[in-house]
């Protein structure tokens, strides 16, 4: 069933009754091809592109709850290629071009809204960095604008301008950063993968990796034995549980990661708006609610909720940059589990097992990612070589040091705990 705007209006006017479920509900196989644990985002879009790119079709998503249950229906929905570092940079902008794609790709509406990010500075140093970020940018092909104080005053004049503590000298505009429908994304995926034969698993939680001689052979769930030559392992803050099933031991440390909306309002931001001095980053949804988040819960943990004082730390945030703010309702908050590697890039790689593909420590960058890691991973998958735009997220670079791209000092800095 393909979707479009006379299906809208027909389905409309007679109730809504010719809709079709947008995918199956199968039962396991005995066996496939390959395996994905983990129907998030990440998950989904490595299962969609092994069936697009690769023609692999016998390939099963193994979710132990439902599909887009975890990090990628509880975000902030930031969409962006502003980074800086050869090895991310590439990759991000590989992944904004099929963000940019992605709507007529998948028949889907994911509401990818392009309305431009800007990051603030509020320092000659800030300045310069932000300056030398712009031009790494654009010499990757992106887009970069550096915006004085009256700039971003005329894109941003609610803000709190001469905050004694934090003035804001200026900004960098990436015009094509935005939003997108976080949900919508996992469910464009799911229907896409199961279009082209993919098995959606739901309510199947993998408590076992079979490995024999060094190769991969199959997985254990909670519905019975599944044999398989390939197993994806993309299951985000649950990563070191998984791992740890077929023997591993990753450079990875679980926190929680804050997010808030408030109340519906009338419009009033129209972009996506980031604190230099506070980390806090805000815009508004689709249906009016301010959504926002800030740093961390700096302590590691599995439970999907946060705590108070980092809720008043970004609140504090919030109020330092645009006192209007303080007048809004917070509906609600929720928590992710986000992997966190020790120098805040992610992992795409093989592992010393045979057969048996990683891909994790996406920290709290992982939604902006969705198109591009799903693309390099099946590529992974399917050939055993490297995706170029990705070639950079290899595992041994904790063991080596060699490789390293701490591109924001965000890591989980094991050496601190």
Partial sequence: MRYSGFRVIKEGLFGQKGWTPAWRNPEPKPSYDAIIIGGGGHGLATAFYLAKNHGLTNVAVLEK???GGGNVGR??????????????????????KLWEGMEQELNYNVMHSQRGLINLFHSDGQRDAFVRRGNSMVNQGDDAVLLDRDGVQSHLPYLDFDNVRFPVYGGLLHPRG??????AVAWGYARGADARG????????????DIENGKVTGVQTTRGAIKAGKVGMVVAGRSGQVAAMAGMRLPVESHILQAFVTEGLKPVIDHVVSFGMGHFYISQSDKGGLVFGGDLDFYASYAARGNLPMKEHVMDAAMTLMPMIGKAKVLRSWGGIMDMTPDGSPIIDKTPTEGLFLNCGWCYGGFKAVPGSGYSFAHLMATGEHHAPAARFRLDRFATGRGLMDEEGTGAQHNLH
């Fill in 178 to 183: 935005g939003t997108a429908r976080h949900d």
């Fill in 65 to 67: 709850g439902y599909l």
């Fill in 198 to 209: 993919v098995d959606l698993i739901q309510n199947c939680e993998v408590t076992g990796i």
């Fill in 75 to 96: 975000n902030t929905t930031i969409v962006r290629a502003n980074y800086f570092l050869p090895g991310n940079s590439e990759f991000y902008s590989h992944s904004l």
